[in-house]
């Protein structure tokens, strides 16, 4: 029944180390996100792909990059953790037509960065 | 910039008792969503509104978006222990319906 499936759920890296996570959604939406959510707060839109078309926000660092291979999957790379990079991640896909680009989320990624 | 102010922050309730929570803005917006979030886990979709005026139920949950558009309340009625957890209100905006706005969130408390 899982629509917006993430893996892993916990992910431990070093500082420095790249680090990958992964998105698929069962719902056929043509819009995938990327959020950053840390303690207490609200999540943080990093980027979306619009189908194929890539779209960043202004503030999000260099560090963080995406990739779309396909409808259904979506990658999170982050370069080189820092830190502050520690946080939840989550994913979330909408469409652009009817239900007013309602998203709809997975159960996030917590990621610990040593 | 587009900001949703959510209050109140924070609601220490007994079980039973009734809530309500609102989010509000200066700007208009298209679609209205309620979400709640569980420590650990991602918001889940409560109630979604797309009309002004629309008034929504899903169980003990009731949503309504503004008039105006520029604001939503959600309601619990009821409370139970499992209804512990943070409460955001988000909106579309009418110039980017790609993008959602978040509030802050309500913590809701449940005493015993």
């Known amino acids: 029944d899982a629509m917006v499936i993430q893996n892993p759920r916990y992910q431990v890296t070093q500082f420095g180390k790249p680090v990958t996570l992964s998105c698929s959604q069962t719902?056929?939406?043509?819009?995938m996100y990327w959020y950053q959510q840390k303690s207490s707060q609200a999540p943080k839109l990093l980027f979306h792909y619009y189908d194929k078309d890539f779209n960043n926000e202004a503030d999000t660092p260099d560090n963080f990059q995406s990739r779309r291979p396909n409808t259904s999957f979506c990658f999170l790379d982050i370069r080189s953790p820092g830190l502050g990079d520690a946080a939840m991640y989550l994913c979330?896909?909408?469409?652009?037509?009817?239900?007013?680009?309602?998203?709809?989320f997975g159960p996030g990624t917590r990621l610990l960065v040593l | 910039g587009q900001q949703l102010n959510q209050s109140p922050q924070s609601m220490f309730i007994q079980e039973g008792e009734d809530v309500s929570m609102n989010c509000t803005s200066s700007s208009i917006f298209n679609t209205w969503l309620w979400y709640k979030q569980d420590p650990g886990e991602g918001p889940v979709l409560l109630i979604a509104l797309y009309k002004a005026g629309e008034l929504t139920s899903n169980g003990r949950l009731t949503a309504q978006f503004g008039i105006t558009r520029k604001d939503s309340f959600l309601n619990i009625s009821a409370s139970i222990p499992s209804d512990v957890g943070i409460y955001f209100c988000a909106g579309l905006p009418m110039n980017r319906d790609d993008k959602i706005i978040f509030g802050k969130g309500t913590r809701l408390h449940i005493l015993p």
């Open positions: 979330a896909t909408s469409r652009d037509s009817g239900g007013g680009w309602t998203q709809y």
């Open positions: 719902l056929n939406h043509n819009v």
